[in-house]
């Protein structure tokens, strides 16, 4: 007797029935390259402004899902859901490569674009509501900071939840997590560099793609490394022209693009820095990358990681996998309840060089295995994530589970 909505291909809203969405489903299960066992899916839309709120739960026998809340535009419900999965299961491989006791989840809100996201009235109902949303989910998944949220953003969640990390300085968070993103990128690139004995980053070009959250102290820290020069775009003006006040006493160049267009990737530089949305690296854009190295922030680059990969080792190209560079936002924000020192040893030892489990580490015993093996370095990556995301955490055990397990059982979607 319920109604449910889904989206056609011109993203219009029409009704569905049940089976319906189970067709949906069973085709995301069966011919989705992105679900892989995910144990949960959570959708809900927007009592006040017809948004989907969604948690998207890949493996948690490490811990709870952790992951940020990513409110983005989508062209239809395919595109909603592989992203949420894909993302989820990108979660997962990253949190246990940084060795931290927490499964691999994501939260994602679709946009209606009959609403100005802009709007803080607006954000303030969603994100309050989202927060809700998690209470709801008892735990089994703790949300963060993600593409498209800011750290106001969260304090309205928190407001209306406990399932959240990335809270504000002001009320005893660890903040914005970008700044440490970005650190963790430039290790990354300095690993790639070192493998292929290149020096340092002194004196490199380096193209980025995006000037977001993470883009923006990326730049200033590769300045500060003496890089010769930047080349960034990005699809807001406004983003844009911030950029080019900031950085008007470097080298540095930005250009606006359209959403689509992915050109950055064919420029003449030593490393190409993907810190926008992901699947970029293709059949299509490959060939005509002419970096080194390819080191960036934005998750989910390889558009079909399994076919992708592998072009790009053919190429030459040096890609540094996107879940093992991008992981000090978790990382900074991962235990927060446990408090905070200056220069905290655990979250510094991932920037090291001498931690077994470090970034640089890590990229070299990657990259090193890749080419001793012939597999390519996003495979090998996956295996050495897959194998630790099995381990059940030491003192909850796959609790998780039983969470969604009791959601399930007790009708959530009745609530």
């Known amino acids: ?67 940020g809340v990513r409110y983005w535009s989508y062209d239809n419900m395919l595109d909603y859901f592989s992203d949420g999965m894909r993302l989820a299961k990108g979660m997962t491989h990253k949190n246990a490569l940084a060795g931290l006791w927490w499964g691999g989840g994501k939260g994602v809100m679709a946009h209606n674009p009959e609403f100005d996201k802009a709007d803080s009235d607006v954000r303030e109902f969603i994100y309050k509501e989202y927060g809700e949303f998690m209470t709801s989910l008892n735990g089994c998944y703790v949300t963060a900071e993600d593409v498209g949220t800011s750290v ?71 300045f500060e490394h003496k890089v010769e020069k930047v080349i960034a775009c990005d699809i807001f003006p406004e983003v844009i ?12 160049e930005a250009k606006l693009v359209e959403k689509s267009d992915t050109s950055i990737l064919e420029t003449e530089c030593d490393i190409i820095a993907p810190c926008a949305t992901g699947a ?15 080191c960036g922030a934005a998750n989910n680059q390889l558009a079909v990681p399994e076919i ?5 080792m053919v190429k030459g190209i040096i890609y540094v996998p996107d879940f093992l560079t991008n992981r000090m936002g978790i990382v900074n924000c991962a235990d927060e309840q446990a408090g905070y020192v200056n220069n905290d040893p655990l979250i510094e030892r ?15 015993r990657v990259l090193t295995e890749s080419k001793e093996s012939g597999v390519a370095p996003g ?31 007790n009708n959530w979607e009745l609530g």
């Open 1 to 67: 007797s319920k109604m449910y909505f889904i989206y056609d291909k011109e993203s219009r809203r029409v009704e569905a029935s049940h089976s319906e969405l189970k067709k949906v489903a069973e085709y995301l299960q069966n011919s989705s390259i992105d679900f892989e066992q995910h144990e949960g899916i959570f959708i809900q839309v927007s009592s006040k402004y017809d948004m989907l709120l969604g948690a998207f739960i890949h493996r948690t026998n490490r811990g709870q899902a952790a992951g």
């Open 379 to 409: 495979k090998v990556a996956i295996q050495l994530a897959h194998k630790l995301s099995l381990q059940n955490n030491p003192i909850y055990g796959h609790r998780s589970q039983l969470i969604i397990n009791s959601l399930v059982e």
């Open 308 to 312: 992708d990969d592998k072009a790009l």
């Open 350 to 364: 991932h920037l090291s060089e001498d931690w077994e489990f470090s970034i640089q580490k890590t990229t070299l």
């Open 241 to 252: 022209e911030s950029a080019r006040q900031e950085f008007c006493d470097f080298n540095f």
């Open 152 to 222: 106001e953003d969260m304090a309205n969640i928190f407001s209306r939840t406990r399932f959240t990390t990335c809270i504000p300085n002001s009320i005893g968070g660890s903040g914005n997590p970008s700044v440490p993103t970005a650190k963790g990128v430039v290790a990354g690139m300095e690993a790639a560099i070192d493998f292929i004995g290149g020096g340092s980053l002194q004196g490199k070009t380096i193209a980025v793609q995006g000037l977001g959250h993470v883009a923006t102290p990326l730049i200033k820290f590769l």
């Open 280 to 294: 970029i690296l293709d059949s299509i854009s490959i060939p005509k990358i002419k970096a080194k190295i390819i």
